[in-house]
């Protein structure tokens, strides 16, 4: 038998025989407990424990029975695991024990594995934009859930055991990071300057960026003509960068004036 914890709960002897002695026998913690029935029955107020029991009379012994008592469900284990964006090279990322609010750049694919207290019948994940989710089963009291990150809100699990009690609203928050836009500088010659008769122009250029830079290219144009592009790195593996680069204007038509 399964009861709620805190419940009223009453052990009686369905039938008993007239006149004979009819004796509980319930174990707590290893130790057996023994109390005569009053009225063949026994009243336990205030159930926070589960145990076992039998009723014995000089004349016979029923079987050994149960009764488990479940809280109400709660999540014991969340593991979050982040796979983030592919352009931020960032790894994937998992925490455990982790206590439910989120933070991520936007586009960070979230999945939350959880588990509960007692054997749950469902779990869903709500959003606080009206969504939402249906969990998948792992277990008896195991789920997993996937989110894309795309903007904040908050969100709270509803878990029902499979007695129908229902989880406390526990509500957690979801901050989405956006991905700023990266900078650059030309630091040299940093200012109007003019072109030596060697057509070349040498640059000095700091960038960066928050999640890390893949390329760079110089867009320039002569006079009113349309934009070139320049290629300067194909390939970045940092976040930062300071590049030396020389701009070979030769092979441009160019007279002074221009």
Same mark, same amino acid.
């Given at each position: ?9 009453? *052990? ?15 174990? /707590?913690?290893?130790?057996?407990? +023994?109390?005569?029935? @009053? ?20 004349? *016979? ?24 964006? *592919? ?9 455990k ?8 750049? /936007?586009?960070t ?7 509960a207290?007692?054997?749950? +019948? ?8 009206g969504?939402y ?25 509803? @878990? ?17 990071? *956006?991905?700023?836009?990266? +900078? ?16 070349? @122009? ?6 960066t ?9 110089l ?7 349309? +934009? ?12 930062? /960068?300071?590049h030396?680069? /020389? ?12």
């Open positions: 038998t399964s009861f709620r914890s805190y419940r009223r709960v009453c *052990a009686q002897v369905i039938d008993p025989e007239p006149e004979i002695e009819h004796k509980l026998f319930y174990k /707590i913690e290893k130790k057996w407990r +023994e109390e005569k029935l @009053l009225n063949n029955k026994k009243i336990f107020n205030n159930l926070d424990f589960s145990f076992s029991y039998f009723i014995k009379t000089p004349y *016979a012994v029923s079987d050994t029975f149960n009764i488990t008592v479940y809280e109400l469900p709660i999540i014991e284990d969340l593991q979050i695991r982040y796979k983030y964006p *592919a352009y931020t090279g960032l790894k994937m990322e998992i925490k024990n982790a206590g439910g609010n989120i933070k991520a750049i /936007i586009g694919e979230v999945s939350m594995n959880i588990t207290n007692n054997p749950i +019948e469902q779990a869903d994940v709500f959003l606080s934009n969504d989710k249906e969990m998948n089963r792992l277990g008896r009291s195991s789920f997993i859930c996937d989110l894309t990150i795309l903007e904040d809100k908050t969100y709270y699990f509803k @878990l029902e055991d499979i007695l129908g009690n229902r989880s406390r609203k526990i509500t957690r928050t979801i901050t989405a990071i *956006a991905d700023r836009s990266p +900078e650059i500088k030309i630091i040299s010659p940093g200012k109007d300057t003019l072109l030596t008769q060697n057509m070349l @122009l040498p640059l000095s250029i700091f960038a960026d928050d999640y890390g830079l893949q390329e760079m290219k867009h320039y144009f002569i006079n009113h003509d349309d +934009e070139t592009i320049a290629p300067i790195l194909n390939t970045i593996s940092s976040n930062t /960068i300071t030396e680069f /020389i701009l070979d204007l030769n092979k441009s038509i160019m007279i002074p004036g221009d």
